[in-house]
């Protein structure tokens, strides 16, 4: 099943990467996810997202982020809970929490409302 997700809609996301709850794939297409990437509950992706390293070394991305389409993240970054990335940006740097990032190199342009994306959170019930 792996293998044909893989085929039929572009989507890399090994088997190994740590995913939390509520992960929201927007548009299912062109995504490709490093395999020691750490992902927080109630994040949501866009199209065409690249997640990757070439030293073993890949993001960690808190909890209610919201990454918008063509988004490069690069090497081992730590993208902050509540945090947006812009469409197009290209993260090389921390994301700090509460904050809105984007362009090339990926830099904070707002710390106004950055979680207004994030919908349906999974919440836990005991």
Do not use: W
């Amino acid at each position: 099943m792996h293998r044909h997700q893989t085929i039929k809609y572009g989507i890399q996301i090994p088997r190994n990467t740590k995913i939390g709850y509520g992960l929201y794939i927007g548009h299912g297409i062109g995504i490709v996810i490093n395999g020691g990437t750490v992902i927080g509950n109630n994040v949501n992706i866009s199209q065409f997202l690249s997640i990757g390293t070439n030293k073993r070394t890949p993001a960690t991305i808190g909890d209610n982020v919201y990454i918008g389409p063509n988004v490069c993240i690069v090497e081992n970054v730590k993208i902050e809970n509540n945090s947006c990335i812009a469409a197009g940006a290209v993260v090389v740097k921390d994301v700090p929490e509460n904050s809105t990032v984007g362009g090339v190199p990926a830099k904070v342009i707002s710390y106004n409302n950055p979680g207004i994306y994030i919908k349906n959170k999974f919440k836990l019930t005991e």
